[in-house]
């Protein structure tokens, strides 16, 4: 069970299902989108830890994936591009209550929130970050990704992309993540242990998500031929070892990749509350006057 301090359960006679976490809005993705599956696994992630939705919170930056807050019912934020993981730092800290949820892209999270994710992961905020990676820019019609493959042609690299690709995984691992998973949309019940894990989880939860576009840039058949489940024996406190494997790996692993118990953010700053002082701004515009 997760803990009291974490997440806010319903009670046993007010049982939540899926449809108490769906907006009525339907998804304007285009047929076949693996964000689909991401929803969906995050429907049944909420419903599995009875979380209210009036404490939680989707915040979501700029593309595809960042709809997302729209589709569901719980509080939602869609904010500027790559400023979610700041945006989320300041709402957990505001009111540490809350589960907070941020999707986001591999361009809108490995692009223009790249010099945010580090910050975040370092400090272990106690949120959880939802990467679907799709490889490509598909809100604005298949520019290349900081994910992309080198070589991949797009139209803005009509010669092959010549940039060695971001590894999300070993980014978070890099930048001190104390949760990092990885999932396949195409795999949504797998997707969602990921998710509750993540949620559990006292700290800065990374899930990075192959999922695929299927108008612009359709992965599914090479997903589906390369995923492979970590070994059942994976140690999941062998940060080396994680890394490692992040560096080599030929298949697309899936699973948890690395976790530790780390303070997070929240309880570390609070520690310094009883040495708050009143601000005076009396006081404090005659002394610079």
């Known amino acids: 069970m997760p803990d009291a301090t974490k997440v806010a359960t319903a009670t046993e006679a007010d ?5 108490d976490y769906k907006s009525g809005d339907k998804p304007i993705w285009c047929p076949g989108c693996g964000d689909f599956g991401v929803l969906s696994a995050t429907y049944k992630a909420l419903a599995a830890l009875q979380l209210q939705p009036k404490d939680v919170v989707v915040a979501a930056g700029i593309g ?9 019912s719980t509080f939602g934020l869609h904010g500027v591009h790559g400023r979610t993981l700041p945006i989320a730092t300041g709402m957990k800290l505001a009111n540490p209550d809350l589960t907070i949820l941020v999707m986001g892209g591999d361009g809108d999270l490995m692009s223009i929130g790249a010099g945010h994710f580090p910050h975040a992961a370092a400090r272990n905020v106690d949120i959880t970050c939802i990467m679907m990676d799709n490889q ?19 139209r803005s690299t009509p010669y092959g992309v010549v940039a060695k690709p971001m590894a999300p995984v070993l980014f978070a691992l890099a930048n001190g993540a104390t949760f990092v998973a990885r999932g396949y949309s195409a795999k949504p019940n797998d ?3 990921l998710i509750v894990q993540g949620i559990k989880h006292p700290g800065f939860s990374f899930v990075h998500v192959q999922s695929p576009c299927a108008e612009f840039f359709n992965t599914y058949d090479f997903y589906d031929e390369h995923i492979e489940e970590l070994p059942s024996d994976w140690d999941q406190q062998d940060l080396k070892a994680a890394v490692n ?7 697309v692993h899936l699973g ?15 520690q310094f509350e009883p040495e708050g002082k009143q601000f005076d701004l009396a006081e404090y515009l005659q002394r610079f006057s």
């Open 15 to 19: 049982v939540l299902t899926l449809k």
């Open 64 to 72: 595809c994936s960042s709809r997302t807050p729209y589709f569901m």
């Open 136 to 154: 490509t820019y598909g809100l604005t019609k298949a520019q290349a990704s900081p994910t992309s493959s080198m070589g991949h042609k797009t």
């Open 191 to 193: 997707l969602t242990d």
């Open 245 to 251: 494997l992040a560096l080599t790996e030929e298949k």
């Open 256 to 270: 948890v990749f690395y976790q530790e118990e780390r303070q997070s953010f929240g309880t570390a700053v609070r």
